[in-house]
């Protein structure tokens, strides 16, 4: 079969060029048309299942060969009566007769049926099924006018007709059975749902599962352009590759919910990240105008859902669809410490199983005695509503764990400990609402501007001027806005060389908008083949400090530069910025070569150069709520073993007896806080004789044959996902830099350093790697020259 075609994407017009037709002696009407069309088959299916046998006999006779002696080449019963087209309807209907003649090869109706004499009234209703999805495809071929779905459909009936001939069941032949892309369209939303609000309450996170299910719902009644179609609008897209998910859209998802013969499926659930890409962005364009045009008679209860908080949610999943670097298509997404995917609470979880036509989670309400009919390829989407919900299914069974190598979560308290801990917390609110901190001391300072940016009192718009498109009114005002905002706080930049950089293509700002005027931004400039950004001007309007905007604005510039891969900043800061800037993350310890920026950045007199390191694995904008939420965790940890080992001793006496000194481990309950004696051995209090001891062994190890792995910091090249796993990096370099530093005031600060090198490369690497190995004898070599030197006991 070829990879076939369709119509404009979310199109609901019908009978326009290129439409589909209506099924026979019907026509179809926007938004419940196809729904309707659905309803009259499957009426008409229900009326001929109910007729009698020889009524039935008849019917298939049309569409089974002749079994008459010598060798008959009729394909198919014809009456010598045809009914008129269109049918009378005052017209009797005619007593069948299994001895009358076929107008072709004039053998009888009982000879073309005879192999049907002992089959059952089950399988027959099957083949009387497949019959009318026949008939309907043949309508359907002769009046498209797309060449590439006429051939789709065409396939389609020629696979119908051959199963009631041979009396099977209808299988599409295709190199790839569904899925045909992991994760799945519905996994990726549920891991987005994961990454980027796990975090919110109960009640805000299921407003976002809502709106999840709603969008899935909309992505499995949504319409795809035509292969030819999309050549016009998109012709720099991979036309190949589209074409071929449009063909098994069509064999799998479209035509099923018409002809219920052929195997149904989800379209959310047998593509991916690829269909998704390719649809996105028109999908998003007309379900927010559909949104617009709807929002007087929506509900109540679903305006602000609607309205308010899914043009949100869908902005921020568009990132991740197009991001190269999103980590909700990994396969690997959200996995424990033993390897095994964590149990999440899914939008919607299920495998992708077939469907019988009856089963629909359209909340479109259908009138089964009104008549109208569309081609499958034409029917379109239904309102802006979150489904009703149909069948509760059952979750996706997690990956084995031999299947593919896992990222693992390593850490010092386990994965399952923290899950029991959180689930003691009844209150999410007091860890997780900034509405009950704001006035609090130790309130993060952006949690005033992440309560606005929810509600939708402000927005973040990354925006620039542009020399090849039509100007946008909107753009052009917001960006004569920003630069008032910079001219009146940056009072010592001249205006003219502001407006310039404001308004230069090659110059992006990231606009902060507050009942549609510009209270305040950042313009910066990109350079991607250098790997880092100019920060050019940065500031709020004076009215609207000190709410914490700065640093939410700075906290939005960082994701989104982590989506373009880009994780360092540059800027030349001024006296009253340098403060600002240390908060952010900036420091004058610049990580970019001198090299890659010289030349390319702007010089400003009197200021000072700072750099900023990004981290990707970091959600910025949701950092402090992280934070506290971990200073929660923690906190209930302390609580949970204060509860275990609470018990009150006496007072210790030996002291009134004159005993100057005891050994803390002879404390009564020490040992039961969790206290461990270390390897007794002598603490070097003189710094400088600390220092010599430390060097001393450190030259000793890092002089080791087995020391190589380690003398320098592991390279993302070389180890991919290395800082994925391991969280506390540690290495030979680091150390000896450490030592110079003075930084091991203490023999313990020291040796724990050594042993994090060791330990990370056993979490890392298999038992049976060559690195392995390494750390357990340069581990050997490393005590024994602590015992050497005196710092433990031998």
């Known amino acids: 079969m070829s990879e076939g075609a369709g119509v404009q994407q979310g199109s609901p017009a019908i009978g326009a060029a290129g439409s589909a037709p209506a099924a026979p002696g019907a026509g179809g009407t926007e938004g419940s048309g196809a729904t309707v069309g659905s309803a009259r088959i499957a009426a008409k299916k229900a009326q001929l299942r109910s007729s009698p046998r020889p009524k039935k006999l008849e019917k298939l006779g049309v569409y089974s060969s002749c079994k008459a002696e010598g060798a008959c080449k009729c394909n198919g019963w014809k009456s010598q009566n045809p009914p008129p087209t269109p049918p009378r309807t005052d017209q009797q209907p005619n007593t069948v007769n299994l001895l009358e003649p076929c107008r072709s090869c004039s053998h009888t109706l009982g000879d073309h049926v005879t192999h049907l004499e002992n089959v059952s009234e089950e399988e027959m209703n099957r083949l009387l099924g497949i019959v009318l999805d026949v ?4 309508t359907c071929v002769h009046k498209e006018e797309d060449a590439d779905t006429k051939q789709v459909y065409f396939s389609l009936f020629k696979l119908l007709r051959k199963c009631i001939l041979q009396m099977g069941k209808p299988v599409v032949e295709a190199q790839e059975s569904p899925p045909f892309e992991k994760p799945s369209i519905e996994q990726g939303v549920n891991n987005f749902v994961q990454y980027k609000f796990s975090h919110l309450p109960s009640k805000e996170r299921q407003t976002i599962v ?4 709603m969008f899935l719902n909309q992505i499995n009644y949504w319409q795809l352009e035509t292969p030819s179609q999309r050549r016009q609008r998109a012709p720099a897209d991979d036309a190949a590759g589209y074409k071929v998910n449009y063909t098994r859209w069509l064999c799998y998802c479209n035509v099923p919910q018409f002809c ?14 690829t269909l998704l890409g390719s649809v996105f962005t028109v999908m998003r364009k007309q379900l927010l105008e559909q949104a617009r045009q709807e929002k007087d008679t929506l509900p109540p209860e679903k305006r602000t859902l609607i309205l308010t908080h899914f043009p949100k949610f869908l902005s921020m999943l568009e990132e991740e669809v197009y991001s190269h670097s999103s980590p909700i298509w990994s396969e690997d997404f959200l996995v424990g410490s033993t390897g095994g995917q964590i149990q999440i609470h899914t939008v919607i979880s299920a495998p992708p199983v077939a469907r019988p036509l009856y089963y629909s989670t359209s909340p479109v309400s259908v009138d089964p005695s009104s008549c109208g009919s569309v081609s499958p390829a034409r029917k379109t989407a239904s309102a802006l509503e979150p489904s009703p919900g149909g069948q509760k299914r059952k979750p996706s069974e997690p990956i084995p764990h031999d299947e ?6 390593v850490g010092d308290i386990p994965m399952e400990l923290i899950n029991e801990v959180m689930a003691t917390i009844t209150d999410p609110t007091s860890m997780l609402g900034p509405e009950t901190s704001l006035l609090s001391a130790h309130s993060a300072r952006d949690e005033a501007a992440r309560l606005e940016e929810r509600r939708g009192v402000i927005e973040f718009h990354v925006i620039g001027n542009s020399l090849n498109q039509k100007p946008n009114k909107r753009i052009l005002m917001w960006l004569v ?13 001249p205006k003219e060389y502001i407006t310039r950089l404001v308004f230069d293509p090659k110059h992006k700002t990231l606009s902060l908008i507050k009942d549609g005027r510009v209270i305040g931004g950042i313009c910066f400039r990109m350079f991607p083949s250098q790997g880092f950004t100019e920060i050019v001007f940065c500031a709020v309007t004076s009215n609207e400090q000190v709410k914490g905007y700065g640093t939410h604005l700075m906290n939005h510039l960082k994701e989104y530069h982590i989506k373009h891969d880009i994780l360092n900043f540059l800027t030349y800061a001024d006296e009253y910025a340098i403060g600002y800037f240390k908060k952010q993350g900036f420091s004058k310890d610049i990580k970019v070569p001198k090299a890659k920026y010289l030349g390319y950045i702007k010089d400003y007199e009197g200021a000072t150069l700072m750099g900023c390191e990004l981290n990707p694995s970091i959600p910025y904008t949701e950092f402090s709520v992280i934070i506290k939420k971990q200073k929660e965790i923690i906190k209930k940890l302390i609580e949970r073993k204060q509860a275990q080992i609470r018990k009150v001793y006496p007072g210790l006496s030996c002291f009134k007896e004159g005993v100057r000194q005891i050994p803390i481990e002879s404390i009564p309950g020490i040992r039961e806080t969790g206290w461990k004696p270390v390897g007794k051995g002598k603490e070097l209090k003189d710094p400088d004789q600390l220092y010599s001891t430390l060097k001393t062994i450190l030259q000793h190890v890092k002089s080791h044959q087995n020391a190589w792995p380690f003398m320098e910091p592991v390279k993302k090249t070389e180890a991919p996902g290395y800082y994925q796993v391991i969280r506390f990096p540690m290495d030979l370099k680091t150390m000896s830099e450490r030592l110079k530093s003075r930084y091991y005031t203490t023999r313990k600060l020291f040796m724990a350093d050594m042993q994090r090198i060791f330990t990370n490369c056993r979490e890392y690497n298999p038992p049976e790697s060559q690195y392995y190995k390494c750390a357990n004898l340069l581990e050997k070599v490393f005590y024994t020259k602590i015992k050497e030197a005196g710092l433990i006991e031998k």
């Open 404 to 409: 593919t190598k896992k990222l693992r979560i």
């Open 135 to 138: 008939e309907y495809l043949y």
């Open 260 to 273: 219920d013969s052929l195997p149904r499926y989800e379209m959310t659930q047998i593509f991916g990240r």
């Open 481 to 493: 806005g920003l630069q008032n905002v910079f001219s009146h706080q940056l009072p010592r930049m």
């Open 210 to 213: 809502e709106l999840a299910k």
